[in-house]
């Protein structure tokens, strides 16, 4: 898990605040994912973004979620107008390139708590 | 529509015993699966990956079988130890140009001293 930084690792947000996820990449790589785990149940894909684009949102919800990976600085995942069932761990991944195997690393995660 | 499937929530083995963890897929262009270890409030750390053209990986104590006819992996651990305790999570990766993994629900390993 080294490199990945995830900031902050715990968040409580009360219902209808915004929350919002960073993430730096493990140095070098330039392509960012972000997983959900909801409690008792595995890793959920949401986004994977490379530097200024979003290759592939097929996992996010269609409202309130959103993510970014500027050109400069860390990915974002905001979350807007929460709610109790987004209290989640949120995990961001990196790579720097196309994964064929073993070069996906993963950050240390973000809980979120929606109180 | 679970593509990947970890039907076994948790396993008990004891130490220097094997550990056997088991997957199961529906997808056949998945082209590599992977294994994951997850603590309590930590991120998954990777452990052995296998590529949809292999039928078997190994690294130290860990070996990965693929079966592909009947869409199966399992993660053998042997000898198993205290510190293998954990939570397990099997992936999926697609073919093409994307990292995008499809996870198991996990199953947790104690490994009784």
């Known amino acids: 898990n080294a490199g990945v930084m995830q900031n902050p690792r715990h968040l409580v947000r009360r219902r209808g605040q915004e929350a919002r996820l960073r993430c730096s990449p493990m140095?070098?790589?330039?392509?960012v994912y972000w997983y959900r785990q909801l409690p008792e149940e595995g890793l959920k894909f949401m986004v994977y973004l490379q530097k200024e684009n979003i290759i592939d949102e097929s996992g996010m919800p269609k409202e309130r979620f959103s993510a970014e990976f500027p050109k400069e600085g860390p990915s974002i995942l905001r979350i807007q107008q929460v709610v109790r069932g987004d209290s989640a761990a949120y995990f961001c991944?990196?790579?720097?390139?196309?994964?064929?195997?073993?070069?996906?690393?993963f950050g240390e995660g973000s809980w979120l708590t929606v109180v | 529509d679970q593509q990947v499937k970890q039907n076994s929530p948790s396993l008990s083995v004891q130490e220097g015993r094997i550990s056997i963890l088991n997957c199961d897929y529906t997808?056949?262009?998945?082209?590599?699966f992977l294994w994951y270890k997850k603590y309590p409030a930590e991120g998954p750390t990777f452990l052995i990956s296998i590529s949809s053209i292999k039928d078997k990986n190994e690294d130290g104590r860990f070996t990965v079988f693929l079966n592909k006819s009947a869409k199966h992996l399992s993660l053998h651990i042997v000898p198993s130890q205290p510190g293998d305790s954990a939570v397990y999570f099997c992936a999926a990766k697609g073919s093409g140009n994307t990292g995008k993994l499809i996870f198991g629900q996990g199953t947790t390993l104690q490994v009784k001293p």
């Open positions: 140095k070098g790589h330039s392509h």
């Open positions: 991944a990196s790579s720097n390139q196309v994964p064929s195997g073993n070069t996906i690393y």
């Open positions: 997808n056949s262009m998945f082209d590599y």
